[in-house]
C-alpha cells in the first residue's frame, strides 16, 4: 500500500485548506483512516480518524475546524481545514490501518501504513 498526501502550503491565519491522502495498492473501504501532524522541535500527534464505519473522531483543538471525510471510490480521504491558526502549523501525515479498535485510535502504532507527509504554514 502506498499512501500520497497532498495540499500542504502557505496559507494566512483565518484561512482554509483541504489535505488529501490517496492510497492505491488496495482499497480503503474497510479501513480506518487518521490524520496526524508534527510541528517543529514537537512529537507528532494525533489529529483526526475517520473509521471503517465513517464515524469520525477528533483532537479537541481542532473540532469545529477540521474535518475528516472520506470517498471510498476514489480511495482518497480528505481533511478540511478551516479557521487555520498559527500553531496549526506542522508537517501532516495520513495514515491507514486495519481493524483498529476505537481505544487506540489515537496510538501511532495501531496504523500500518504512512504517508510522507505534506507542509502546512500558516503565517501572515
Known amino acids: 500500500v502506498q499512501l500520497q498526501a497532498s495540499g500542504g502550503g502557505l496559507v494566512q491565519p483565518g484561512g482554509s485548506l483541504r489535505l488529501t491522502c490517496t492510497a492505491s495498492g488496495r482499497t480503503f473501504r474497510s479501513t480506518t483512516v487518521a490524520w496526524f501532524r508534527q510541528a517543529p522541535g514537537k512529537e507528532r500527534e494525533w489529529i483526526a480518524t475517520?473509521?471503517?464505519?465513517?464515524?469520525?473522531y477528533y483532537l479537541d483543538s481542532v473540532k469545529g475546524r477540521f474535518t475528516i471525510s472520506r470517498d471510498n471510490a476514489k480511495n482518497t480521504v480528505y481533511l478540511q481545514m478551516n479557521s487555520l491558526k498559527p500553531e496549526d502549523t506542522s508537517v501532516y501525515y495520513c495514515a491507514v490501518g486495519d481493524r483498529i479498535i476505537l481505544s487506540a485510535i489515537r496510538e501511532e502504532t495501531a496504523y500500518d501504513y504512512w504517508g510522507q507527509g505534506t507542509l502546512v504554514t500558516v503565517s501572515s
Open positions: 475517520i473509521r471503517y464505519n465513517s464515524y469520525e
